[in-house]
Nanobody, 123 residues
C-alpha cells in the first residue's frame, strides 16, 4: 500500500487545517489508518487512529476535542481535520496503515507509512 499525505500548511494559532491521506489500493477498507506527528527534536507520537469500518476511533489526549479523524473508503482516503490549532501542534504529520488496529496506534511495527507533510502553526 502506498500512502500519499497532503495538506502542507502554515496557519495561525486558532486556525484549522485538514490533512488527507490517499491510498493506492482498493483494499483500503481492510486497513486501519493512523496519524502520527514528529516535532523537531522529538519522538514520533501518536495522534489518532480509525478502524477500517470507522467504528473504532482513538485520539491522543493532546488533540482530543480539537482533531477529528475520518475516512472515505470509496475514495481510498483518510482525513485529519485539525481545529483550534496551537503552536505546539507544529510538526511533520504522517499517515500510516496497518492490518491491526492496536498496531496503528503505536509508532513501531506499522506496515505502511506516508511520506510526511509539514504543518506549521504560528503564534
Amino acid at each position: 500500500v502506498q500512502l500519499q499525505a497532503c495538506g502542507v500548511g502554515l496557519v495561525q494559532a486558532g486556525g484549522s487545517l485538514t490533512l488527507s491521506c490517499a491510498a493506492s489500493e482498493r483494499t483500503f477498507s481492510t486497513h486501519n489508518m493512523g496519524w502520527f506527528r514528529q516535532a523537531p527534536g522529538k519522538e514520533r507520537e501518536f495522534v489518532a487512529a480509525i478502524s477500517g469500518s470507522s467504528i473504532g476511533i482513538v485520539y491522543a489526549d493532546s488533540v482530543k476535542g480539537r482533531f477529528t479523524i475520518s475516512r472515505d473508503n470509496a475514495k481510498n482516503t483518510a482525513y485529519l481535520q485539525m481545529n483550534s490549532l496551537k503552536p505546539e501542534d507544529t510538526a511533520v504529520y504522517y499517515c500510516a496503515a496497518d492490518n491491526q488496529f492496536s498496531t496503528v496506534q503505536a509508532a513501531k511495527g506499522i506496515d505502511y507509512w506516508g511520506q510526511g507533510t509539514l504543518v506549521t502553526v504560528s503564534s
